[in-house]
């Protein structure tokens, strides 16, 4: 039940692209995306509900398939600050919420 | 300001201690959960809260136990039965649930 992030590392120099991917094995009813710093707590971005929304927060956007039960954050002109450990977290039909085992992801100069 | 207070950031539990972990929120948020995180692994539910007098247990919930007789507060005990209970706890609230968490910043339990 508990989401499948890939990949599960990235590393990038600043400016370029990523893409996180969030996939469940049940139907989706909400999709939420968190960073979180090196011992610090999970920060949220945003949620994005049924209905294949897509949303944005400066740089950084995310979709949600419902369909395809998988959500895709999409981080554009990659900054230094970018850099954390990127969790979704999926709430199902069924009521229950699962966060995923993260994405770490790693800006470099 | 509005936000989530945890306390203390660091604990240090001997072996066969209960300790309590300390959450409050001003948010006036209705939902409330405690998280375990270990190292290089996501987030496990522990207990949640939707409302006053009511909670639920988590996936990991054997060796915690919790209260929520305000709704601004939902201390978690750490029980001497959590066999493994050195960890990174995180206290989370939001509007309702399934809704956007906000995070408090953690407490650091380490058995000695």
């Known amino acids: 039940q508990q989401p499948v992030q890939s990949p599960q590392a990235v590393i990038l120099r600043e400016g370029e692209d990523a893409v996180i991917n969030c996939s469940s094995s049940?139907?989706?009813?909400?999709v939420h995306w968190y960073r979180q710093k090196h011992g610090e707590a999970p920060v949220f971005l945003m949620i994005l509900l049924k209905g294949g929304e897509q949303k944005g927060h400066e740089k950084i956007s995310a979709s949600f398939n419902e369909k395809k039960q998988q959500s895709s954050l999409y981080l554009t002109a990659s900054q230094l600050s970018y850099s954390g450990t990127y969790f979704c977290?999926?709430?199902?039909?069924?009521?229950?919420?699962?966060f995923g085992t993260g994405t770490s992801l790693t800006v470099i100069p | 300001d509005g936000g989530i207070t945890q306390s203390p950031k660091y604990l240090f539990r001997k072996e066969g201690q209960n300790v309590t972990l300390s959450c409050e929120q001003n948010?006036?948020?209705?939902?409330m959960y405690w998280y375990r995180q270990d190292p290089g692994q996501g987030l496990r539910l522990i207990y949640y809260?939707?409302?006053?007098?009511?909670?639920q247990k988590g996936d990991i919930a054997e060796g915690y136990s919790v209260s929520r007789e305000k709704k601004e507060s939902f201390p978690l005990t750490v029980t001497s039965a959590q066999k493994n209970p050195t960890a990174f706890y995180l206290c989370?609230?939001?509007?309702?649930?399934?809704?956007?968490?906000?995070f408090g910043s953690g407490t650091r339990l380490t058995v000695v």
């Open positions: 977290g999926t709430g199902n039909t069924g009521n229950q919420f699962y």
């Open positions: 948010l006036n948020h209705d939902a």
């Open positions: 809260s939707q409302i006053v007098n009511d909670f």
């Open positions: 989370a609230s939001s509007i309702q649930a399934n809704y956007g968490y906000t």
């Open positions: 049940k139907a989706l009813y909400s």
